[in-house]
């Protein structure tokens, strides 16, 4: 399935660098979200994007930093991070905010902090 | 209290078994309630919405008791390829952001 996609799908990184993970949706939705899973740990909401707008920020450290250029792509870009930081990283859009609405979640990006 | 709350499992069940899963939510302000099914290393992918009257999607029924705050996940004739993690999701009233549970994972075997 080609509705979202993400890049890439492994990413090892150090403490010390810097990179970026992008997501991109083929379904004309106009809210993206960036998810975190880990091991034995609900999904948690990092950033909310409408119509290209940030609405929500979770709490998240400020060594994730969104941006959202257009509507059809996403990007978390990282730096300094942390071992614990190692997880799942899960794209989404959807048609409108969540209410009630069906997101639709990319394959994710499996990251580990050394 | 968790948010959302559910039996992580594995529920271990044969071929041809009924299994239910049930998931609470403490926040009786919740409106929107959902099964999303992961598969091994794949994305959650949505299962069925639960509506107040309950609903049915060929061997799977969903029902909510907005009283004791819980939702309900019924799948008959399991098959090997109902084998997942099925997670409970609820939106409250007041933000659009969905709350997940942490899954419950299910092995159909033969």
């Known amino acids: 399935e080609t509705g979202v996609t993400q890049t890439p799908r492994h990413l090892v990184m150090g403490m010390t660098n810097k990179k970026s993970l992008k997501c991109e949706q083929h379904?004309?939705?106009?809210?993206m979200y960036w998810y975190k899973q880990s091991a034995k740990k609900p999904l948690e909401l990092m950033f909310v994007?409408?119509?290209?707008?940030?609405?929500e920020n979770n709490s998240v450290p400020s060594r994730f930093s969104p941006e959202c250029p257009n509507s059809s792509h996403l990007f978390l870009h990282l730096h300094t991070l942390q071992p614990e930081d190692s997880a799942l990283y899960l794209c989404?859009?959807?048609?409108?905010?969540?209410?009630?609405?069906?997101?639709?979640f990319g394959p994710g990006t499996r990251l580990t902090v050394l | 209290r968790k948010e959302v709350e559910q039996d992580p499992g594995p529920f271990n069940v044969p071929e041809g078994a009924t299994v239910a899963f049930n998931c609470t939510y403490s926040?009786?302000?919740?409106?929107?309630f959902f099964w999303y099914r992961q598969d091994c290393r794949k994305e959650p992918k949505l299962l069925m919405s639960?509506?107040?009257s309950g609903n049915e999607d060929g061997r799977f029924t969903a029902q909510l008791n907005r009283a004791s705050q819980y939702i309900s996940l019924l799948i008959r004739d399991s098959k090997l390829s109902d084998s997942a993690t099925y997670l409970c999701?609820?939106?409250?009233?007041?933000?659009?952001?969905?709350?997940f549970g942490t899954g419950t994972r299910l092995q159909v075997f033969p």
């Open positions: 989404a859009s959807s048609q409108g905010l969540a209410g009630g609405r069906e997101q639709f």
């Open positions: 379904l004309g939705h106009n809210a």
């Open positions: 994007y409408s119509l290209e707008e940030r609405v």
């Open positions: 926040n009786s302000a919740s409106q929107s």
């Open positions: 639960v509506y107040s």
């Open positions: 999701v609820v939106r409250s009233y007041n933000t659009d952001k969905l709350i």
